[in-house]
């Protein structure tokens, strides 16, 4: 059922590149909010995600997923990114989902794919406010994050680090 209904049926009935309300699947713990955001990028296009942390909420997220909801690559690649890991802007985080690293900090790596979905995920009592999904040219990107937002390589090759070893501790038995 998985992958013959639901990816056609629930992700492949969402808009391209445009977040709905957030909304509570029946499923789902109480106050769990959940924001599914079905992608495709041409050549030179990347992907401006913006939300606003809910006042309070403990728990903030996105990650990235193949289009059967897979998350892709979650130990070597910057594919997912909570409150810890984001730069984070008077209550709002900025997200850039491309196929090449171009330095921001809160980077999606979706090297190898042109498609997908990224799902937001909050904890709050309340309906957040509905993120915002901006399709740009990657030779925009420098209008949406300044360079207080890029990271160095070495930046980079430390916050990959840092995740490979919390992968390597909670796979350990």
Known sequence: MWVKDIPLRVFGALPKNFAIPP???PSAMAGAW?????WELQDGEALVI???????????????????GEMIDIETRQTSL????SQIDNGRVRILLSTEDFRVHNWLDARGYRSGVVTWRASTPDQPATPIVTVIRADQIGKYFNPAQRVSDQDRATAMSARLRHFAERNTP
């Open 23 to 25: 909304m509570q699947p």
């Open 34 to 38: 959940f924001v599914p955001v079905s």
């Open 50 to 68: 913006e939300y606003e942390i809910p006042r309070g909420s403990p728990y903030a997220g996105i990650c990235l997923t193949n289009k059967w």
């Open 82 to 85: 909570n409150l810890a890991q």
